[in-house]
């Protein structure tokens, strides 16, 4: 049932996502992180946690030189990628 929790919980947040006024017009990087993640989920390929891990991680080595916000985005923004 934990699982099942879970699964509601992602559900939710898109939801509500979905229905967040949108100024740009384009998605956010985080919710493309996210539905790329889910669809990691169902391709039928090992590994799931770890590629999972790898799409959502910062893979740079150099040190920013001024953090842009304050706490992260649980994804690094397309152009760290």
């Known amino acids: 049932m934990e ?3 879970r699964l509601l919980d992602v559900a939710a947040f898109l939801d509500r996502c ?3 006024p949108d100024d740009t017009g ?3 990087f985080r919710i493309t992180a996210l539905r790329d993640a889910i669809a990691l ?3 039928g390929q090992s590994d ?3 590629r999972i891990l ?3 991680s910062d893979h ?3 040190p920013v030189e001024r953090a842009g916000m304050k ?3 649980g994804t690094p923004p397309p152009d760290h990628q």
């Open 3 to 5: 699982h099942r929790a």
């Open 18 to 20: 979905d229905r967040a």
């Open 26 to 28: 384009e998605e956010d």
């Open 41 to 43: 989920l169902d391709d």
């Open 48 to 50: 799931r946690t770890a």
């Open 54 to 56: 790898a799409r959502m």
């Open 60 to 62: 740079s080595t150099e």
């Open 71 to 73: 706490g992260a985005c």
